[in-house]
């Protein structure tokens, strides 16, 4: 129910915006696959990039 609530919301075009936890999250583990250069930056200039997001 939640989910259709959101599709609707977006398709009024309210902008999504994620959540930065997980976005750091995800540059990590390409870094870590990868060496991802790309992911790399984005680390470095996310937000709060120094603190665990284990909280």
Known sequence: MVWLSY???L???V????CLTHAQRKFGELHTA???QI???GIRYSPGSTRSSAR
């Open 15 to 18: 902008v999504e915006a994620g």
């Open 39 to 41: 992911a790399e930056a």
């Open 11 to 13: 398709a009024k075009g």
């Open 7 to 9: 599709k609707a919301l």
């Open 34 to 36: 990868n060496k991802s």
